[in-house]
């Protein structure tokens, strides 16, 4: 399976200010044929169902805010909220697309500092 | 605009089989693109795929190492739904389910079901 390993597991983040998410996975999840990394970034709210947020590690899912991107380097994924808005309260998840089993990271909480 | 209602029991007693069901709206299940899985979030927090049905000229399955001895995902075409079947669970079991609607990427989710393991 491919283990992916997030980073922090919690930040406090004043509003306003940059959140920065690592997520690293095991192997490459890159498809040589098309160029692309199979990763994917959620936002997972209390009480509701995670929000699709990012695919192909760089796309925003349709109204997702500018203010959230995403980047790689290799195996490196980056989720980046330039400016933390109240609502961004949450827990973010990376997950790996690239083959079965898919696997999620173990997800890094950010609040409100 | 797709839409996935869940439904089944809450509780569960152990060794049992948790059944849900999710209805589509929306789209096909029988979808020559999509790919319709389930994934769970345990008490503990993270989340954890469980697997996926699709059709591709035929139907195909993967299932978690995890619980593969355990699970059956089946698609229900003349109803437009899937099915989860988890068989002999335990407290472990415990979690909160989701059914989801998958290109690739997993962008439609179902409400989510509480299902408690408890005697």
């Known amino acids: 399976d491919i283990v992916m390993t997030q980073s922090p597991d919690s930040l406090a983040v004043s509003l306003g200010e940059r959140a920065t998410i690592n997520c690293k996975s095991s192997?490459?999840?890159?498809?040589?044929?098309?160029?692309?990394?199979?990763l994917a970034w959620y936002q997972h709210k209390t009480g509701q169902p995670p929000k699709l947020l990012i695919y192909?590690?760089?796309t925003r899912d349709s109204g997702v805010p500018d203010r959230f991107s995403g980047s790689e380097s290799g195996t490196d994924f980056t989720l980046t909220i330039s400016s933390l808005q109240a609502e961004d309260v949450a827990v973010y998840y990376c997950?790996?697309?690239?083959?079965?089993?898919?696997?999620f990271g173990g997800g890094t909480k950010v609040e409100i500092k | 605009q797709v839409q996935l209602q869940q439904s089944g029991p809450g509780l569960v007693r152990p060794s049992q089989t948790l059944s849900l069901t999710c209805a589509i709206s929306g789209d096909s299940v029988s979808s020559n693109s999509a790919t319709w899985t389930w994934i769970r979030q345990s008490p503990s927090g993270g989340l954890e795929w469980l697997g996926r049905t699709y059709y591709r000229s035929k139907w195909y399955n993967d299932y978690a190492v995890s619980v593969k001895s355990r699970i059956t995902i089946n698609a229900d075409t003349s109803k437009n739904q899937f099915s989860l079947l988890l068989n002999s669970v335990t407290p472990e079991d415990t979690a909160v389910y989701y059914c989801a609607r998958s290109f690739g990427a997993t962008g439609e989710w179902g409400q989510g079901i509480l299902v408690t393991v408890s005697s």
């Open positions: 997950q790996q697309y690239y083959t079965t089993p898919l696997t």
């Open positions: 192909w590690a760089s």
């Open positions: 192997q490459s999840v890159l498809y040589s044929s098309n160029n692309k990394n199979y």
